[in-house]
């Protein structure tokens, strides 16, 4: 049975950094891409970053330099740094696998000016 459990979120200050965590189960995680996205209100969810098999992460533009993606394949989980961050990086963020229907409950991040 295919698990995302992501946790890491909170309220933070303008400036201020949280690095989101997402443990999956049931997947080949090694061989796996998965993706961190986001939903603020009344927004579609976009896709803020990507870790591929051979590693080459990709960027939402607005978070370029400020976050960062990796996996531990030893720990089955894909983390999200976030730096700097910004009132407008406020969301509920979700770990999904790519190519798959899977996604996890996601968790609020919420940044106050």
């Known amino acids: 049975q295919v698990q995302l459990v992501e946790s890491g979120g909170g309220s933070v200050q303008a400036g201020e950094s949280l690095r989101l965590s997402c443990v999956a189960s049931?997947?080949?995680?090694?061989?796996?891409?998965f993706g961190w996205y986001r939903q603020a209100p009344g927004k579609q969810r976009e896709l803020v970053a990507s870790i591929p098999r051979g590693g080459d992460t990709t960027y939402l533009d607005s978070v370029k330099d400020r976050f960062t993606i990796s996996k531990h394949n030893a720990k089955n989980t894909v983390y999200l740094q976030m730096n700097t961050l910004k009132p407008e990086d406020t969301a509920v963020y979700y770990c999904r696998w790519e190519l798959s229907h899977y996604w996890g409950q996601g968790t609020q991040v919420t940044v106050s000016s």
């Open positions: 049931g997947v080949p995680f090694s061989i796996s891409t």
